[in-house]
């Protein structure tokens, strides 16, 4: 070989090695840019999404996306559509075989799991108590301790058969509700959809239940805030995730109140009585289903929940015991660690686990 092709394929190399380390060809590319929406009438409540993309039209095409991924979901799963596949399933008499699409079908093999990681906490067939509570709540008082027992006895996991393609009740009286799981599936549903048409990244909220993925505006972590349980205008702290769901849930924001007394949304299913001792939880999970569920579940079972979370399945949480002169804050090690510290958050009394 002469030494002037020897200088050539050295000369080829150094090229080779300085496009692999520099990228030079990313200075051409279009600079990402942040797009939003905030599509009205989804699952009761406000909801946002963002996406980055390289251009208007691509951002678009995610937003709506996402949006119909979100829409798509609430059709199936809502208690407030009488033409949705759970309220026909609530409406069937019993043995009547209801044909349920895979996505109705996926969330309550979902939801049979988490109730029993939950020990009984996260339990959707509760609903005949929960219609209960919400019947008397109306009226302005609790329910009778015989309307709980028959209530409770048309609930649980063993009067609703599942199959590959729907479902059958074993009793008329059973019915389930997806309130506290329709709307994390639903998000991971739009993020996947955001994903596949090509957004950079992106992040759906809806009701305050969140998941991020890819880049954020300025090329950083995504920033979460978490309301203060005690004055919904202020922050409580702040979670600093590059990926992932944060899902929030609390007696803070829905109630009713009686004779001065203030009675939660969230009912133990194994008491099937409200819970109070809660006033917030929030989980960060790597997907928005499983972020939803438990958030549900540790309302339930305060900070002794926490043990019974899954290790190594990067799900992390904080709990909010007490009240607002005088309160805790229990967390895993893991959701310290992605914690900035707010301006109501304590400096002591916090409890890790």
């Known amino acids: 070989m002469t030494r002037r092709a020897k200088i050539l394929i050295a000369f080829i190399l150094v090229v080779v090695v300085l496009l692999l380390v520099f990228e030079p060809w990313r200075i051409f590319r279009p600079i990402p840019e942040s797009f939003d929406s905030k599509p009205v009438g989804i699952m009761g409540t406000d909801c ?7 251009g208007r039209e691509q951002a678009e095409k995610a937003l709506k996306a996402a949006e119909t991924a979100l829409r798509s979901v609430e059709a199936r799963m809502s208690l407030f559509l009488t033409a ?3 309220s026909r399933l609530n409406a069937a008499d019993a043995g009547r075989f209801v044909s349920l699409s895979p996505m109705t079908v996926e969330v309550l093999l979902l939801s049979c799991h988490f109730d029993e990681r939950t020990q009984g906490a996260f339990d959707v067939t509760h609903q005949p108590v929960l219609r209960l509570w919400r019947q008397g709540l109306k009226r302005g008082c609790e329910p009778t301790e ?9 609930t649980g996991w063993d009067k609703i058969e599942l199959l590959a393609d729907g479902a059958k009740k074993r009793i008329a009286g059973a019915s389930v509700d997806l309130g506290g799981i329709a709307k994390g599936y639903g998000i991971d549903r739009a993020v996947k959809a955001m994903a596949l048409a090509g957004a950079i990244g992106g992040l759906v909220n809806v009701g305050g239940d969140i998941r991020c993925f890819g880049q954020a505006g300025d090329g950083s972590c995504w920033t979460i805030d978490v309301r203060n349980p005690f004055n919904r205008e202020t922050v409580f702290a702040k979670v600093s995730l590059a990926a992932g769901a944060v899902c929030t849930s609390g007696n803070y924001e829905r109630y009713t109140e009686i004779a001065s007394r203030r009675y939660s949304h969230i009912i133990d299913p194994r008491t099937g009585r409200p819970v109070d001792h809660v006033p917030s939880v929030t989980v960060v999970a790597p997907v928005a289903v499983t972020a939803d569920a438990w958030a549900t579940a540790l309302s339930v079972l305060g900070a002794d929940g926490l043990d019974l979370l899954p290790p190594g399945a990067g799900i992390e949480a904080m709990i ?13 090690a893991g959701f310290r660690k992605l914690l900035i510290r707010g301006p109501n958050l304590p400096r002591t009394g916090t409890v890790d686990k």
């Open 320 to 332: 909010v015991t007490g009240t607002p002169d005088e309160h805790k804050v229990h967390m895993t």
């Open 48 to 54: 946002e999404l963002t996406v980055l993309a390289d």
């Open 84 to 86: 949705s596949e759970v």
């Open 146 to 154: 015989p309307q709980l027992a028959a209530a409770r006895e048309q």
